[in-house]
């Protein structure tokens, strides 16, 4: 089983209730990360829309955003250098993306949020990467210039610090969460996936390092094929191939909710079989922590802490 050693630090969220934490909850759950392995922790994004996780000058002027009554990244920050993680910064979300499906439309704000958060930001030692934020699973307009223009402006900007994306793929559960549905039937094919990843890839060479492909949109099943071909294509375009394990249910009618053991261990599993390089989830403090608001996320910590292969 590939252990999972980073996760998503989920604080502006579409669809999942927010905990209300301070530092002492966070401080605590960064503790409980600590105990078993995790190592990365990673800004899911700075801000989606009118919300943000810090005191955004460009974009409350631009955007039109509210003044946050915290600064998470400076926290976040801080604490992963109390625990020796290393922290990846996730970028802005204006929404103007999923309301017209063209990703160029995410380029000219986060080439300002960037600037802004590398001069804020940039001396702390725990920052140690980007996180590409724009959620794709698909071919999708504008997608190979986002992440390129968008990746190289990071890279240059912070000395060549690591980038990485976390795509989905478009398989028979990848419903929206709005939906009252649990599957699909346009579900993408084996080879239609690999010739539209393929070419993304090729288009992003140099811009980005890592993907992270979600795997919670296929069936169990399915994984190994899928892990394969993902392990593949990340080799052959010089990617380096990590799996963003989910830690929630996609099989119930209740979203979301923690997911059981054996799902994930069938996961991982898949993932170690296939030569991925890391395992992260989406995510810790929601759907593994012992001190989440869904109880059932604890006894995951310790059933995961049980398992004799980690």
């Known amino acids: 089983m590939l252990p999972i050693t980073g996760t998503f630090l989920d604080e502006i969220s579409h669809d999942i209730p927010h905990q209300n934490w301070g530092r002492v909850e966070w401080d605590q759950d960064f503790a409980h990360m600590r105990a078993i392995g995790i190592d990365t922790v990673i800004l899911i994004r700075s801000g989606y829309r009118r919300f ?111 980038t990485f994306i976390s795509p989905w793929i478009d398989g028979k559960k990848a419903v929206m969460a709005v939906s009252d549905q649990l599957t699909k039937e346009d579900a993408v094919s084996l080879e239609v ?65 923690p997911i059981k053991f054996e799902k994930l261990k069938l996961k991982l599993d898949a993932a170690a079989r296939a030569g991925y390089e890391k395992a992260i989830t989406f995510e810790f403090s929601h759907f593994m922590s012992p001190q989440s608001a869904y109880l059932q996320a604890g006894h995951l910590y310790n059933r995961y802490r049980e398992n004799p292969s980690l």
């Open 52 to 162: 943000l996780t810090y005191p955004s000058a460009y974009l409350q002027s631009h955007y039109g955003c509210y003044q946050p009554p915290v600064d998470l990244v400076q926290m976040f920050l801080e604490l992963a250098e109390k625990y020796s993680m290393s922290f990846y910064f996730g970028l802005y979300d204006s929404g103007k993306y999923w309301d017209t499906g063209d990703l160029r439309h995410e380029i000219e704000s986060n080439r300002f949020v960037i600037d802004e958060v590398w001069k804020n930001y940039g001396h702390f030692s725990s920052f140690k990467g980007w996180y590409l934020s724009m959620e794709i699973s698909r071919r999708t307009i504008g997608a190979v210039e986002a992440f390129r223009t968008l990746g190289l402006q990071c890279k240059e900007l912070s000395g060549g610090l690591p």
């Open 193 to 257: 996936h690999e010739r539209e990843w393929s070419e993304i890839f090729s288009g992003v060479q140099g811009a980005v390092d890592a993907v992270a492909f979600q795997d919670g949109h296929i069936d169990y099943y399915e994984l190994d094929d899928f892990f394969r071909v993902n392990k593949i294509m990340a080799d052959r375009y010089g990617l380096k191939c990590w799996t963003n394990a989910e830690t929630f249910d996609r099989d119930m009618p209740i979203k979301f909710l």
